[in-house]
């Protein structure tokens, strides 16, 4: 077995470890500060403690490996999401955080110029609760304590979960590094799309990441029986919602630009009777953040519109927003030359059509990210797979970005 082999082994193995740290049913689903989280950040640690890293929680829920450096010197960080979507894969996320981890295994005792964290991150999904990126924007100095008062299905208070996981929100927003003492981000994370595959590729550097933002959205109108109410005169929200899903795809496909409503509540939800409420949520995403703004901006009046088209209501609220991030040019290119040392190839560059912690990283530092190729191009799906042979070509290439660099 070569090197790569070996480490893309033991990758391939800590991530079916940590796999079953999940809700029941296919696939992942590992939210944020439950029993499924607390579960990973005991294998996380191990892991950590074996890269020789100090390991600690932070306020804002983000597990931190430390392997400390010189004496004033700056530190670099790596990481990625713990979190993953309902029914998701096995490696969106928590592969960057075992392949960081891995890498400082790789280097054994080699001192470095500089300190390095791994940070595994609670929640980048969003799936929980109405925002995402807590733990980046806390060290970014972004977040909003706002976010604390939002609530999950269950009517739980984010603020409330962080604080029952061993967090504090109050603390959260005084997390913020100071600029000065990072030398950067490093993301590793799973490709989730085609590219790396066609192009017969392990790895490749992104270039930029796309901006997002999410909408709550719900629509009113009025139960009736479903024999008696004649077409004309029936409120039905069911009808607005889907109005309005048809209504956001034709326009983001007409500006070029992705969107998507991936939820949907209807009530009662019986089969005789006229839908009387429907919770939707819009999620658009750009590499472009004028193209997005300007989607945004038009769902007012889409709405508008289609609620006096079928006599319903419809109230929209914007919940999230990241701006789309450009990677650092210096970080890439010698990311770029570590990938050819450990490959033998040139490093294929690609955008991110995915938002990824390394996004809100951004506003601390010069951020940069390394794709692993993606079976298939799936993801956010039971069925994501990144091969093991890749995985080491990764942590090979993390291990010779960190060998040779100085900050
Ligand atoms: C996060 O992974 C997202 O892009 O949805
Ligand atoms: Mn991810
Ligand atoms: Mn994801």
């Known amino acids: 077995m070569t090197a790569n082999e070996d480490w893309g082994a033991m990758a391939s193995e800590r991530l079916s470890a940590i796999a079953k740290a999940s809700e029941p049913g296919p696939g992942v689903t590992r939210l944020p500060f439950g029993p499924e989280h607390e579960a990973a950040l005991d294998l996380i640690s191990e892991w950590m403690r074996r890269a020789g890293c100090s390991v600690s929680l932070d306020s804002a829920g983000t597990l931190i490996g430390r392997r400390e450096g010189p004496p004033g010197a700056p530190t670099l960080l790596i990481g990625s999401h713990q979190d993953s979507v309902r029914e998701g894969g096995a490696f969106d996320g928590i592969m960057g955080v075992a392949l960081g981890c891995l890498a400082l295994e790789a280097l054994g005792a080699q001192e470095l110029p500089f300190a390095v964290e791994v940070l595994a991150f609670a929640d980048e999904e969003g799936v929980r609760f109405p925002t995402a990126l807590i733990g980046p924007r806390a060290l970014a100095g972004t977040l909003d304590p706002k976010v ?27 997390l913020a590094r100071n600029p000065d003492e990072i030398a950067g981000y490093l993301e590793l994370h799973i490709e989730q799309g085609p590219v790396l595959e066609a192009a017969d590729a392990p790895l490749g550097v992104v270039t930029a990441i796309s901006g997002i933002e999410r909408h709550r959205v719900t629509v009113t109108g009025e139960a009736g029986h479903a024999g008696t109410v004649p077409m004309e005169m029936r409120h039905d929200a069911l009808l607005s919602a889907s109005d ?26 019986v089969v005789n009777a006229i839908p009387a409420r429907v919770d939707l949520t819009i999620e658009i995403r750009a590499a472009e953040d004028a193209a997005r703004d300007a989607v945004g ?29 450009a990677c650092d040019p210096d970080l890439r290119a010698r990311l770029a030359a570590a990938v050819e040392a450990a490959t033998g190839a040139p490093a294929i560059e690609l955008p991110s059509g995915a938002t990824h912690d390394a996004s809100a990283m951004a506003d601390l530092c010069p951020i940069a990210m ?8 799936v993801s956010h799906n039971p069925a994501e797979e990144a091969n093991g042979a890749d995985m080491g070509a990764a942590v090979s290439a993390l291990a010779e970005f960190l060998r040779r660099y100085v900050p």
């Not at 048809?246 to 939800?269: C, E, F, Y």
């Not at 794709?371 to 191009?377: H, I, T």
């Open 370 to 377: 390394l794709f692993v190729r993606c079976k298939g191009g």
């Open 244 to 269: 309005l899903v048809r209504g956001v795809h034709d326009m983001a496909r007409d500006h070029g630009i992705r969107a998507t409503v991936g939820q949907l509540t209807v009530s009662p939800n």
């Open 297 to 325: 901006a038009a769902l007012g009046e889409l709405c508008a519109g289609i609620a006096v088209e079928t006599l319903t209501e419809i109230e929209i609220e914007k919940t999230y927003s990241q701006p789309a991030q």
């Open 148 to 174: 604390f008062e939002m609530t999950d299905r269950a009517g739980e208070r984010l603020g409330e979960a962080l604080r029952a996981f061993g967090g504090d929100p109050e603390k959260a927003t005084m």
